[in-house]
């Protein structure tokens, strides 16, 4: 996956998500189809945390058969940053793999980050997060 399509729709419903629970940051799962985003999930923080995120598992676990009943495959994790630039910090390059490894928890999913501040969008960017390190990838809105 070399870029994500996203609608201003899908940048807005992460934006809002992302305000509502400001100042924690919020996180979900877009799906669609090839590299376009079709349907976002807003999904709670379970660390309900300022600084990380974790996806709920039986949450993300039913969303991953909804989207699976829908015919979609899942495109990217979404997650906002309250206090920092749209980049993944070091736990969010950490989590992206499986403990001790550099083994992908979810290979070609890219990570989409939101950088809001409580006026709103600062910026949106995406990246894949790989063995060999993190790569930005384009946003096509």
């Given at each position: ?48 945390s300022e600084v990380t995120y974790a996806l709920d598992p039986g949450e993300q676990f039913s969303i991953m ?34 403990p001790g490894t550099k083994d992908e928890n979810f290979p070609g999913v890219a990570y989409v980050i939101a ?27």
């Amino acid at each position: 996956m070399k870029k994500i399509s996203i609608s201003k729709e899908h940048v807005n419903e992460i934006v809002r998500h992302s305000l509502e629970v400001f100042p924690r940051e919020a996180c979900g799962l877009l799906a669609g189809d090839g590299d376009a985003v079709r349907k976002v999930y807003c999904m709670r923080n379970a660390e309900n945390s300022e600084v990380t995120y974790a996806l709920d598992p039986g949450e993300q676990f039913s969303i991953m058969k909804q989207i699976e009943d829908k015919g979609l495959k899942l495109i990217a994790i979404y997650h906002s940053h309250t206090g920092s630039p749209a980049f993944p910090s070091a736990t969010d390059v950490a989590r992206a793999f499986f403990p001790g490894t550099k083994d992908e928890n979810f290979p070609g999913v890219a990570y989409v980050i939101a950088s809001v501040s409580e006026n709103g969008l600062r910026e949106l960017h995406a990246f894949l997060i790989k063995g060999e390190g993190i790569e930005e990838i384009e946003v096509k809105l």
